[in-house]
């Protein structure tokens, strides 16, 4: 049963840096593009970032675009997001999920999510 594992939240600062990563299991990671969202208390699920099956093609949330970095390893099963600049406004959970339909802001076109990890940004 293919599982992902979402890694590397955690308390940071205003303007410093986090690195997240998604860890798919079963052996067809590389056929789909992966997306990460992320849902702030009170607020819905919001797209973050998505990237096709190569890591050729990204697309970003503008409120993340020129700060976040979207990127893939398949030989590694694993999806990253390198988040610079951090803001309070970006203290959420990031969840990573499987991309199997083309509308790739909506939650809906993703048919599997990780179990998230926590961002904290303090100002």
């Known amino acids: 049963q293919v599982q992902l594992v979402e890694s590397g939240g955690g308390l940071v600062q205003a303007g410093g840096s986090l690195r997240l990563s998604c860890a798919a299991s079963g052996r067809t990671f590389s056929s789909y593009a992966m997306g990460w969202f992320r849902q702030a208390p009170g607020k819905e699920r919001e797209f973050v970032a998505n990237i096709n099956w190569s890591g050729g093609t990204t697309n970003y949330a503008d409120s993340v675009k020129g700060r976040f970095t979207i990127s893939r390893d398949n030989a590694k099963n694993t999806v990253y997001l390198q988040m610079n600049s951090l803001k309070p406004e970006d203290t959420a959970v990031y969840y990573c999920?499987?991309?199997?339909?083309?509308?790739?802001?909506?939650?809906?076109?993703?048919?599997?999510w990780g179990q998230g990890t926590q961002v904290t940004v303090s100002s």
């Open positions: 999920a499987r991309q199997y339909d083309s509308s790739r802001g909506y939650t809906r076109s993703y048919d599997l």
